[in-house]
């Protein structure tokens, strides 16, 4: 398992955008993800490149994920 961190794509909005689900909410709140987990960054800025990143990966783009509430 990988350590997140605010300001790793794992926490950021944009991570696994157009898929979410409760593996997203998982690693959010544990601030851990599988090694071998790759997905969709959705930034608006980036999407028509299709790019996909682990959880641990970083950009200018970041956004922090909204508290529930």
């Known amino acids: ?3 997140i961190e605010n300001g790793m794509c794992g926490m ?4 696994g955008e157009h ?6 909410v998982q690693i ?6 599988p090694e071998e987990l ?7 800025e980036m999407e028509n490149l ?5 959880a641990v990966s970083s950009c200018d783009g970041y956004e922090p994920i909204r508290e529930a509430g």
Do not use: Q, W
Not at 19 to 24: A, I, K, P, V
Not at 38 to 44: A, D, I, L, R
Not at 50 to 54: N, Y
């Open 19 to 24: 898929h979410g689900g409760d593996e997203l």
């Open 50 to 54: 299709h790019l996909k990143v682990t």
């Open 28 to 33: 959010r709140i544990s601030h851990e993800a």
């Open 12 to 15: 950021c909005a944009h991570f």
């Open 1 to 3: 398992m990988l350590k």
């Open 38 to 44: 790759v997905e969709e960054c959705g930034n608006p």
